[in-house]
């Protein structure tokens, strides 16, 4: 517990001298505790500290540690949505970070409306071109997987999300997460909308994320330390 306090003053520590050489106010970056594959206790240390934000990146792992989140946490999807998991996410989560396919979107849009429930979404991008990583690759997947949150009634497009390059070079970091920024230029003046939500930035290179207009940073080792396999 000592340790993921120091953790969280020094991560603290971080958001702030990267917002203040962004000139950017530290409200304008929220902070998500990353909890997959991390010990028991790492939920409720975080919200002893006061952290209510929490990612998990699977579905079936996030339910069944869902009696260890506080009462009024809110819990983000934030690895790839296989179809059969749809249900058990539309009935679970406070939003979906990780949306990339037209057939996942419609899936959870008709489980959600069974529900009667409408969510935030945002959709994963793939800025790194990295074959491990999810996310739209292309300017037509990225405009046909927006047409199609858009036509759902129940998903709320709030903005983007990508996972960074393997680099710790802010020359190589900062322009994959310009490119978010641009892409979510661009969606802006092609659908109205105003997809104010950039989720950007992980435990080694959240200030490079910060300093192209992240406005959510998403972290697991730099707070709990290093995940279980
Ligand atoms: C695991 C994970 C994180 C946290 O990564 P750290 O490097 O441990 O901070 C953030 N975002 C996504 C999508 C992840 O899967």
């Given at each position: ?108 849009e ?20 990295e074959?491990?990583?999810q996310g ?15 036509a ?10 990508t ?17 978010l ?20 930035g ?11 207009g ?16």
């Amino acid at each position: 517990m000592a340790s993921i306090t120091e953790n969280y003053t020094r991560i603290e520590e971080r958001i702030q001298q990267a917002c203040s050489r962004g000139q950017r106010p530290r409200d304008d970056v929220r902070l998500m505790a990353v909890t997959k594959r991390q010990p028991p206790g790492a939920i409720a240390n975080a919200a002893a500290m006061g952290l209510r934000l929490f990612g998990e990146n699977r579905v079936q792992e996030a339910l069944a540690k869902r009696d260890q989140f506080p009462p009024d946490a809110e819990i983000h999807l934030i690895g790839h949505l296989q179809r059969n998991k749809a249900r058990d996410a539309a009935s679970f989560f406070a939003a979906v970070q990780s949306l990339d396919a037209v057939r996942t979107v419609e899936e959870l849009e008709r489980r959600l409306a069974a529900l009667d429930r409408t969510i935030p979404v945002l959709i994963e991008v793939n800025t790194s071109g990295e074959d491990s990583k999810q996310g739209v690759r292309s300017r037509e997947d990225l405009r046909a997987v927006t047409e199609s949150i858009m036509a759902a009634p129940h998903l709320q497009l709030n903005g983007l999300m990508t996972i960074g390059p393997i680099s710790s070079d802010e020359r190589v970091l900062r322009p994959a997460f310009a490119s978010l920024r641009e892409m979510r230029e661009l969606l802006r003046r092609e659908t109205g909308l105003p997809l104010d939500e950039l989720s950007m930035g992980m435990s080694n290179d959240l200030e490079a994320a910060i300093l192209e207009g992240s406005t959510m940073i998403r972290v697991g080792t730099a707070l709990f330390g290093e995940r279980r396999e």
